[in-house]
């Protein structure tokens, strides 16, 4: 671990996570002052310190950012966007269970799959057109995946940490999915 | 500031930080200042979101400074309290007076 670079995990997954416009910014205080509290205390206290500022740091963001004056613009074009991952997920899940019978395990090792790319997909067209509708499309995914949950919309039973994952990691292939291409991008990987 | 319209506690404390900062200040030095005098151990997300909408509302203004190694190549956002945002903390500072004066008798020290 570097001392410019520090907790390199922590400062991707925050700057894909995190909306508004002051996120680099905020980053860079976080990581300054890391690099500080490294020289004044230990490296596991500097950590502890970073994470727990980061992940306070969340909420206050999102709620800023939906708060922000184009948010009717964003709101809409991840409600398209969701409208569109909806219908590639229904077309995906119909062709799997033509394939497999529901409570076979190709079927409940695909389902994830399919949920999982379909929002990363998702995330990638909502960042593309509008900077803020991610974080409103992530919202929408978990909202639609607790209300699923909480109304056993599942008809094969399945242990709660499979229902706990796709409520977490759900959101997370949304938010995560645009900056991991943007990274690919840079490096020339893809187009 | 409009008329009524005061400025909220973080609000508050924040355009206080800035004018301590005497000059321009990025959101850590706000929050290692508000934490030192005040002992609030707020979130920099708390601190960028507040600088964020006092600087919709004018009373703040921001530009990007150059990035350093020490930021992990990342650039400062740095702010400063514009004329607008003076106003509204004599007007905020003024009304707290106003409405704490003559309490002292009651409350002891407020």
């Known amino acids: ?14 700057e894909s996570v995190l909306p508004g416009p002051y996120r680099e910014a905020m980053l860079g205080d976080l990581v300054e002052e890391y690099t500080l509290r490294i020289d004044s205390t230990s490296s596991f206290t ?17 709620r800023s950012s939906l708060r922000s004056r184009n948010c009717f613009i964003s709101l809409s074009v991840a409600t398209g966007i969701y409208l569109f991952i909806e219908m590639l997920k229904f077309a995906a899940d119909f062709t799997i269970s033509k394939l497999f019978a529901p409570g076979q395990s190709a079927h409940v090792v695909l389902a994830p799959i399919v949920f999982l790319l379909a929002n990363a997909i998702g995330g990638c067209v909502a960042a593309r057109i509008r900077r803020g509708a991610p974080t409103f499309l992530a919202l929408l ?50 187009m | 500031m409009k008329r009524g319209e005061l400025l909220g506690s973080l609000e508050h404390i924040i355009l206080l930080a800035l004018v301590r900062a005497d000059g321009d200040a990025h959101g850590m030095i706000v929050r290692r200042e508000i934490e030192q005098r005040t ?15 006092l600087e919709e509302k004018g009373y703040v203004s921001s530009f990007t400074g150059q990035p ?21 903390l004599q007007i905020s500072g003024q009304t707290i007076r106003s409405m704490t004066a003559g309490l002292k008798d009651r409350w002891g020290t407020i």
Request: with cysteine; charged share 15%.
């Open chain 1, 46 to 62: 500097a950590s502890i310190w970073f994470w727990s500022q980061a992940c306070r740091s969340v909420p206050s963001m999102i």
């Open chain 2, 39 to 53: 002992g609030r151990n707020i979130s920099i997300g708390a601190v960028y979101a507040t600088l964020e909408r």
């Open chain 2, 68 to 88: 350093t190694p020490q930021r992990g190549g990342r650039a400062k956002r740095l702010f400063r309290v514009e004329a607008a945002g003076k106003r509204a």
């Open chain 1, 1 to 14: 671990m570097s001392r410019s670079s520090p907790l390199p995990f922590a400062c991707w997954l925050f």
């Open chain 1, 141 to 190: 995914v978990t909202i639609t995946v607790a209300v699923l949950i909480d109304l056993k919309g599942c008809s094969i039973p399945v242990p709660w940490w499979y229902q706990f994952g796709f409520l977490t990691l759900g959101p997370l292939s949304v938010l995560v999915a645009p900056a991991f291409l943007g990274r690919l991008k840079q490096r020339g990987l893809v």
